[in-house]
């Protein structure tokens, strides 16, 4: 069974840092691209990083680049997410998700979310 | 960057109801067009990727259709299930995109 458990989120001071985790079970995790998609409270889905299988490519959105990294430990299994620079508008529910290319790119399972929020 | 848009924002149905959801493209984006469905609390589930293909388990009364720049979603006998808030997602190119969703409430 394919699991992603995401971890390491909580209250931090704009301008402070925070590492996401993300644990993953049931698939060869180092043959898949990876996705970081946030959603702040009461509003919609938005993307925010892939990583290619391996690491070398990374993709952000552009109101995280610069503060925000994506990396991966493919011999624990895990997916990171180095968020610097917080701003209260970063505060958001953090997924997590596995991408897969069947005819496009799409993100087929996904974690739980871990809540970030930004606030003094 | 792509942008996408989808209408309505919200909606009413009720159980049995025909529903068609729309997503339109800013620019060309073939077929690199997923619907998801999420409900209160709860992560994103695949429903249709590549525009209209079925991802494993999804009921049958769940359809998308579309290519290019213009794109529906269609729930045929709405199901007390399916009440939740439907986005479309674009994997054209980075940055990928969602739609800012549509939440389908009972009537």
């Known amino acids: 069974e394919v699991q992603l458990v995401e971890s390491g989120g909580g209250l931090v001071q704009p301008g402070g840092s925070l590492r996401l985790s993300c644990a993953t079970s049931?698939?060869?995790?180092?043959?898949?691209?990876m996705t970081w998609v946030r959603q702040a409270p009461g509003k919609g889905l938005e993307w925010v990083a892939n990583i290619k299988h391996d690491g070398s490519e990374r993709f952000y959105v552009d109101s995280v680049k610069g503060r925000f990294s994506i990396s991966r430990d493919n011999a624990k299994n895990s997916l990171f997410l180095q968020m610097d620079s917080l701003r209260a508008e970063d505060t958001a529910v953090y997924y997590c998700?596995?991408?897969?290319?069947?005819?496009?790119?799409?993100?087929?399972?996904w974690g739980q979310g871990s809540l970030v929020t930004v606030s003094s | 960057d792509i942008q996408m848009t989808q209408s309505p924002s919200s909606l009413s149905a009720s159980v049995g109801d025909r529903l068609t959801i729309t997503c339109r493209a800013s620019q060309s984006i073939t077929n690199n067009l997923n619907w998801y469905q999420q409900k209160p609390g709860k992560a994103p589930k695949l429903l249709i990727y590549a525009a209209s293909s079925f991802q494993s388990g999804v009921p049958s009364r769940f359809s998308g259709s579309g290519s290019g720049t213009d794109f529906t979603l269609t729930i045929s006998s709405l199901q007390p299930d399916d009440f939740a808030t439907y986005y479309c997602?674009?994997?054209?190119?980075?940055?990928?995109?969602f739609g800012q969703g549509t939440k389908v409430e009972i009537k």
């Open positions: 997602q674009h994997t054209h190119s980075a940055p990928w995109a």
């Open positions: 998700a596995r991408a897969l290319f069947t005819s496009n790119w799409n993100n087929d399972y």
């Open positions: 049931g698939f060869t995790f180092s043959g898949y691209w």
